[in-house]
């Protein structure tokens, strides 16, 4: 019933940056959390950050100092600023949001969006 659409990847230079949004079908007061994670190929799928619906933020220990997460409630979106790009931040990045009452009860995920970061 939720769907999150992820938009802003692409190729990147070494220390360059990036913006990622996440759009929800639904109003994102409804979903309790909402994450990225970085699924680089090979390996297993970090967290790189997340936000919970009163605003608090946390992040991934690789993602520290150099990603920033944020909501706008009034578009229903979900961005991650990436800065400081790093090679081995190339990867799928996906979007998901988990729901705990409501009628959007649930755990939902995006399709996931390729940023690659190459000289």
């Known amino acids: 019933q939720v769907q999150l659409v992820e938009s802003g990847g692409g190729l990147v230079q070494p220390g360059g940056s990036l913006r990622l949004s996440c759009a929800s079908s639904v109003t994102i007061l409804s979903l309790n959390y909402m994450v990225w994670h970085r699924q680089r190929p090979g390996k297993e799928r970090e967290l790189a950050a997340g936000?919970?619906?009163?605003?608090?933020?946390y992040y991934g220990d690789f993602a520290k100092g150099r990603f920033t997460i944020s909501r706008d409630n009034t578009k229903n979106t979900m961005s991650l600023q990436m800065n400081s790009l790093k090679p081995e931040d190339t990867a799928v990045y996906y979007c998901?949001?988990?729901?705990?009452?409501?009628?959007?009860?649930?755990?939902?995920w995006g399709q996931g969006i390729q940023v690659t970061v190459s000289s």
């Open positions: 998901q949001a988990r729901s705990t009452a409501g009628t959007t009860r649930g755990d939902y």
């Open positions: 936000i919970t619906v009163d605003g608090t933020p």
